[in-house]
């Protein structure tokens, strides 16, 4: 058992770390984007929003699937409840 610990931890530490390595490199294309678009000298219409909304967006869901309630591990006792909700556990 202490393996299987071990191993989800692993996982949970190494979601963390893509997490804060995406945020990082969301930062560093939003500033790329608008040292474009501010360079191009077409200032009448912002496009830099576009690539940064979609990645925002895919931001907020690899934090909530690292952060939020999908991001913890399944436990013995939830499983347990589990199979006895579906009657096995008789």
Do not use: C, H, Q
């Amino acid at each position: 058992m202490s393996e299987d610990i071990r191993e989800t931890a692993r996982k949970r530490i190494k979601a963390k770390r893509d997490f804060w390595s995406m945020v990082i490199i969301f930062a560093v294309i939003a500033v790329l984007l608008n040292v474009i678009w501010f360079l191009s000298g077409y200032r009448s219409y912002y496009w830099p929003m576009w690539p940064m909304i979609g990645f925002a967006l895919a931001t907020i869901f690899t934090a909530f699937s690292v952060y939020g309630p999908g991001g913890r591990p399944i436990t013995d006792d939830a499983i347990d409840r589990e199979v006895r909700k579906l009657g096995g556990g008789e």
